[in-house]
């Protein structure tokens, strides 16, 4: 049986169905609430659900588990409340991490290219105590991620007891079927196709930066099924442990984005850009591309969805369906 927290979440739930579809027993931890985040898990069979605060006694009497796939996290980027987001995101993975160490079972956990902040120091996935040392998060929730890899980096370091396997995933801009929950924190590509399906025009941030032009804030956006495919292959390969981008390794504009979202709704472009909300200032990444290297170092031989066959993919298989669910 594998532990996924967080398993009803965006990629927590995509990851769920990928191991059910192979056969695997499943246990979801979340918090469900009042809206429809039960969906993300209709189509799936799962073993056991288990509530946050219910997970140190399961964990107990639990049956050997092949892995714990801790997804859960206080993830927006515009979180205040930082005892809240300590406890969930630094001292429960902290639990998770002993546990795992203790039990003797493989650990992989989803950290965040939030941790880079505006990128001065670049996006190499270098985890060693001093380049982790130079980056500046610029948000709570990315300061949180950050936290917590270099204390799991200080801990190897150390000689401290550790998983048998272990990896964190700094995940870049990932987008697909499930984020439904999500409210502001959803991707741009399903508010874009929300946007053009109601008739408007599509709107992008303007750009406060003189040397960067309105629309060409860049990112690495990342198909979710191609984030799957890297834990399972993490999951198959025992001996790769570390801190790892996830990401295509290829930045590409807003404006890539939003032309790809009108193609695939077979729409004519129409592009209108506001200002940036005052909550954004400062908080706002306007370049991010993953370094791949060390992955690929790893072994790991799989190939990255473009954007534009990614995006094609989410609204004619999703979006643009009755049933939107993975």
Same mark, same amino acid.
């Given at each position: 049986?594998?532990?996924?927290?967080?398993?009803?979440?965006?990629?927590?739930?995509?990851?769920?169905?990928?191991?059910?579809?192979?056969?695997?027993?499943?246990?979801?931890?979340?918090?469900?609430?009042?809206?429809?985040?039960?969906?993300?898990?209709?189509?799936?069979?799962?073993?056991?659900?288990?509530?946050?605060?219910?997970?140190?006694?399961?964990?107990?009497?639990?049956?050997?588990?092949?892995?714990?796939?801790?997804?859960?996290?206080?993830?927006?980027?515009?979180?205040?409340? #930082?005892?809240?987001?300590? @406890?969930?995101?630094?001292? =429960?993975? $902290?639990?998770? /991490? !002993?546990?795992? +160490?203790?039990?003797?079972?493989?650990?992989?956990?989803?950290?965040?290219?939030?941790?880079?902040?505006?990128?001065?120091?670049?996006?190499?996935?270098?985890? #060693?105590?001093?380049?982790? @040392?130079?980056?500046?998060? =610029?948000? $709570?929730?990315? /300061? !949180?991620?950050? +936290?917590?890899?270099?204390?799991?980096?200080?801990?190897?370091?150390?000689?401290?007891?550790?998983?048998?396997?272990?990896?964190?995933?700094?995940?870049?801009?990932?987008?697909?079927?499930?984020?439904?929950?999500?409210?502001?924190?959803?991707?741009?590509?399903?508010?874009? +196709?929300?946007?053009?399906?109601?008739?408007?025009?599509?709107?992008?941030?303007?750009?406060?930066?003189?040397?960067?032009?309105?629309?060409?804030?860049?990112?690495?956006?990342?198909?979710?099924?191609?984030?799957?495919?890297?834990?399972?292959?993490?999951?198959?390969?025992?001996?790769?442990?570390?801190?790892?981008?996830?990401?295509?390794?290829?930045?590409?504009?807003?404006?890539?984005?939003?032309?790809?979202?009108?193609?695939?709704?077979?729409?004519?472009?129409?592009?209108?850009?506001?200002?940036?909300?005052?909550?954004?200032?400062?908080?706002?990444?306007?370049?991010?591309?993953?370094?791949?290297?060390?992955?690929?170092?790893?072994?790991?031989?799989?190939?990255?969805?473009?954007?534009?066959?990614?995006?094609?993919?989410?609204?004619?298989?999703?979006?643009?369906?009755?049933?939107?669910?993975?």
């Amino acid at each position: 049986m594998h532990l996924v927290t967080g398993g009803a979440g965006f990629i927590g739930s995509n990851l769920v169905a990928a191991l059910a579809a192979r056969g695997e027993e499943v246990a979801v931890c979340d918090r469900f609430g009042s809206d429809d985040k039960w969906r993300n898990l209709a189509k799936h069979q799962v073993a056991s659900f288990i509530a946050p605060e219910q997970l140190p006694a399961w964990l107990e009497t639990a049956p050997k588990l092949k892995s714990v796939l801790h997804m859960g996290a206080i993830s927006s980027t515009t979180e205040r409340d #930082a005892d809240l987001t300590i @406890a969930t995101n630094i001292t =429960l993975s $902290l639990a998770l /991490w !002993s546990w795992c +160490a203790k039990a003797g079972v493989p650990f992989i956990y989803a950290s965040s290219a939030a941790t880079y902040g505006a990128g001065d120091q670049g996006f190499e996935d270098d985890a #060693a105590p001093e380049s982790l @040392a130079k980056l500046r998060p =610029l948000n $709570l929730y990315g /300061w !949180s991620k950050h +936290a917590f890899d270099r204390r799991v980096v200080d801990l190897v370091r150390r000689g401290r007891p550790r998983p048998p396997q272990w990896a964190g995933l700094k995940f870049f801009n990932v987008y697909g079927p499930n984020e439904y929950h999500k409210g502001h924190m959803i991707s741009v590509v399903k508010r874009k +196709a929300e946007e053009i399906a109601a008739g408007g025009p599509a709107t992008l941030f303007r750009s406060d930066r003189p040397d960067i032009a309105d629309g060409a804030q860049a990112r690495d956006f990342v198909w979710v099924g191609d984030c799957v495919s890297v834990m399972l292959w993490l999951l198959e390969t025992p001996g790769v442990s570390g801190l790892f981008n996830l990401g295509t390794g290829k930045a590409r504009t807003y404006l890539d984005l939003a032309h790809a979202v009108f193609a695939a709704m077979g729409r004519a472009p129409d592009i209108r850009f506001i200002d940036m909300p005052a909550s954004l200032k400062g908080q706002y990444q306007y370049f991010t591309e993953a370094r791949m290297d060390r992955l690929r170092a790893a072994g790991y031989p799989g190939q990255f969805t473009t954007l534009e066959q990614g995006v094609e993919a989410y609204v004619k298989r999703h979006l643009a369906s009755d049933d939107p669910y993975a």
